[in-house]
């Protein structure tokens, strides 16, 4: 056993030992928290892209604005893949130039580059483009980018558009396109759109119910609830969330429960159930606040 005399020469001993070290010279010791990590440029982006590796996406928002002008011509590539790469990283960079940039891919070859650019308008939205869209959806051929135009000037809030819209609308269109223009007239405050989405709520049932209540979620303003009363009474199926572990089917009624507490903000009883069904209590009480909500 050591002496209680000889403990303070032992810790002296210790610490001397620990300062003593050996260092490298040329090599000081340095921390993790010293140490900023590099900042990725736009060469080192465009290798990512050339290489398909679509963790460049999240890096494109790093490098920033610098990177567009890389990325406007990897657009032009003839590989589908590194310009639809470069759609995605146009988006997650933004900035002015992201809209025309995004504009122009929507006559891409490849119908993988037109829906990522469409939907990246969706995020970046192209204010004051609205005449050049409407020439995009008068040549396009393409289902999915005629669909999605109309709801993406629709998030521009602008009423100038309206007029254009209803001609277009007027012509004979693919249903699901003219759910769209419905649907963007109605978020733009027209008030015939506004009729024709009630009908939509009022005579949907089974799978219907879901396509109409997510362009319910695209509308997002207040006024619909009211309209949503009739698919409070659907007990149909509208949509199967069951994996190979649960079983979930939600109903017309669940899912108009849904957007009555989410477009009302209004405190109810009980909290949302996203996953799972309302029971006929709760669907009572959100159908009374629906009732009594002002047109």
Aim: with cysteine.
């Amino acid at each position: 056993m050591i002496s209680h005399r000889y403990l303070p020469i032992l810790a002296c001993a210790l610490l001397a030992a620990r300062t003593a070290l050996p260092q490298q010279a040329g090599h000081p010791q340095t921390t993790a928290t010293n140490q900023e990590p590099k900042k990725m440029n736009a060469a080192e982006l465009q290798t990512m892209i050339l290489k398909h590796d679509w963790a460049a996406v999240d890096s494109a928002a790093q490098v920033g604005a610098i990177a567009l002008p890389v990325l406007s011509e990897d657009l032009k590539h003839s590989d589908e893949l590194v310009r639809s790469l470069a759609v995605d990283c146009i988006v997650a960079v933004g900035g002015a130039a992201a809209p025309d940039l995004l504009i122009s891919a929507l006559g891409d070859a490849n119908e993988q580059v037109r829906a990522g650019a469409v939907n990246g308008l969706h995020e970046r939205l192209p204010a004051g483009r609205e005449t050049k869209l409407l020439e995009i959806w008068n040549h396009s051929r393409d289902l999915y980018v005629r669909k999605q135009i109309p709801l993406v000037l629709g998030r521009l809030n602008t009423t100038n558009t309206i007029a254009s819209l209803r001609q277009l609308q007027s012509r004979t269109l693919p249903a699901e396109v003219q759910d769209a223009f419905t649907s963007s007239l109605a978020k733009l405050g027209d008030g015939d759109a506004r009729k024709q989405f009630a009908t939509m709520l009022r005579d949907a049932h089974g799978e219907r119910i879901k396509e109409v209540i997510d362009l319910v979620k695209y509308v997002d303003q207040h006024w619909i609830i009211p309209d949503l009363r009739p698919v409070l009474d659907r007990r149909e199926m509208a949509v199967d969330l069951s994996t190979h572990a649960t079983t979930c089917i939600r109903r017309g009624c669940d899912l108009a429960v849904d957007e009555v507490l989410r477009l009302s903000k209004a405190k109810f009883s009980f909290q949302p159930t996203p996953i799972g069904q309302y029971t006929e209590t709760q669907i009572a009480e959100v159908i009374h606040f629906v009732q009594i909500q002002p047109r």
